[in-house]
């Protein structure tokens, strides 16, 4: 016969130990870091219009450069034929930068807010890149850490349409050699360094105008 000091024993041996939580952390920046990993991804003796330790062509270093008529100041246009980044300045002028944009029909053209833009962002993989490539994204799928390794780099520009996040980003990356190339899932890179100088200018509520790549042109003609 199980007595009333049985059960509670039993039941104490049984349900007293905690359940560990299954629930991952969110991924995190530490603040007190940034201005070392600033320093960490700035060239010695920096200077943008002629620092090259990447080693890409001289063309996609930042310059000063005329800008079209009729474009709102404080806006970017992304050129993704020759793969330049255009911030519209007051006085007719354009600040210049070399990008990278996304490989195959990954890259999307369109007009976008920039709705929000971070230091030392951290980045969870979407749903579709962990099912596209499961090898490179399924072990980051509960986030990664802001940092120098971090695939959005130093600074990232959040892009939306409406109110919806459209997961696509202006960001730095650790990769500075694609520079020139197609080489990210959406979004349009930058060297680190570039977008530490850039994203100070930027006010959120500016436009991102994203042109179709050369392979659309190309269909469409």
């Known amino acids: 016969m199980l007595t009333r000091r049985h059960f509670i024993g039993s039941t104490a041996a049984l349900f007293s130990a905690p359940i560990a939580s299954t629930v991952s952390a969110a991924p995190t920046s530490d603040r007190s870091r940034w201005a070392a990993w600033d320093a960490q991804v700035t060239p010695v003796n920096y200077d943008p219009a002629t620092s090259n330790p990447w080693g890409f062509h001289r063309r996609f270093l930042p310059q000063r450069v005329e800008a079209n008529a009729g474009l709102t100041p404080g806006d970017i246009h992304v050129d993704a034929v020759a793969r330049y980044l255009y911030h519209i300045q007051d006085d007719g002028t354009a600040m210049r930068y070399g990008v990278a944009i996304a490989r195959g029909n990954l890259y999307e053209p369109g007009t976008y807010t920039i709705k929000r833009k971070a230091k030392w962002p951290t980045w969870t993989p979407t749903a579709a890149m962990i099912k596209r490539d499961p090898g490179q994204y399924e ?13 959005l780099g130093s600074r990232a520009l959040y892009l939306y349409v409406g109110n919806r996040d459209t997961y696509l980003r202006i960001h730095g990356s650790p990769s500075p050699r694609s520079i020139g190339g197609r080489a990210s899932s959406g979004c349009v890179r930058m060297v680190m360094a570039h977008i530490i100088d850039l994203y100070d200018h930027v006010s959120p509520g500016a436009s991102a105008y994203l042109y179709p790549p050369e392979d659309i042109i190309s269909a469409q003609s």
């Open 139 to 151: 072990r980051h799928a509960d986030g990664m850490n802001g940092g120098p390794t971090n695939p």
